[in-house]
């Protein structure tokens, strides 16, 4: 089974090379690596360039990854994931923002637990979150798919998905800017697709993203997406009064 990963970036000057460098440094490398970015003006695709040539010094099997640059400029987060998941034609997708980073042991555990159930459909990991400084480290685990009518029970960057579970519940809904990831999800649930926890942790996550500056947003997409998909309306009423309350 072989895997492709999207990276897409912004301004990411300052973390990428962290990004590239975990993914490029797995004993089982991808397929293919697609960055898509949305008009950097700090020298981040640079940035890009030089993380590759380092990779491809230090390893010369990087060299048979397909790598590729995408631009896409001024329409948001789940447009650029989708170019990016389009333009892989690997058996399973991996998505890894451009300020987070894998653990060694990813790709082996992740396709590992593909490999053992052909059914699987997104392989859902516990993430470590850290500080911009890197100075605390907090694990998040995935909660029980029978929350999804009031919360996102798992965290997107802890998702690996099959390749043919997009081509059968459909790509990231571009409409929702902060919460996409919600509603791909829960469609999914809706739709049956199998979820296989793991118990390792293979991915960390630096805080300070989108979804963070932007509550009010994220707290409007994630109750507009329960309430399209929850077969009991109040429940999403309920979860969004409260979020309200603790100013989540």
């Avoid at 897409?8 to 960055?35: D, H, K, M, W």
């Avoid at 593909?114 to 911009?132: D, L, Q, S």
């Amino acid at each position: 089974m072989n895997y492709g990963v999207v990276t897409i970036c912004r301004n990411s000057r300052s973390t990428i090379a962290r990004t590239i460098a975990s993914v490029l440094g797995q004993p089982r490398l991808p397929e293919q690596y697609v960055f898509v970015d949305g008009g950097s003006d700090d020298g981040t695709v640079a940035e890009i360039e030089l993380a590759l040539g380092r990779a491809r010094a230090d390893r010369p099997d990087v060299a048979s990854v397909d790598v590729r640059v995408l631009n896409q400029v001024g329409e948001g987060i789940p447009a650029a994931w989708n170019l990016g998941i389009e333009a892989l034609a690997t058996d399973a997708v991996f998505l890894l923002n451009s300020d987070d980073w894998y653990d060694d042991c990813c790709s082996e555990s992740v396709l590992t637990a593909f490999e053992r159930n052909p059914e699987t459909g997104i392989v859902v990991c516990p993430v470590r979150f850290w500080a911009p400084d890197a100075s605390v480290g907090v694990v998040r685990h995935p909660k029980s798919t029978r929350l999804f009518p009031v919360l996102m029970p798992m965290l997107h960057p802890g998702c690996f998905v099959r390749r043919t579970v997009y081509e059968e519940v459909g790509l990231f809904d571009a409409q929702y800017r902060i919460s996409a990831d919600y509603d791909f999800v829960y469609r999914c649930h809706c739709r049956g697709v199998l979820f296989q926890p793991l118990g390792d942790v293979v991915v960390n996550m630096q805080l300070g993203g989108l979804a963070g500056r932007s509550r009010v947003v994220a707290r409007r997409e994630t109750y507009d997406i329960a309430c399209r998909h929850a077969r009991l309306p109040l429940l999403p009423w309920f979860a969004f009064a409260a979020r309200m309350v603790l100013g989540r």
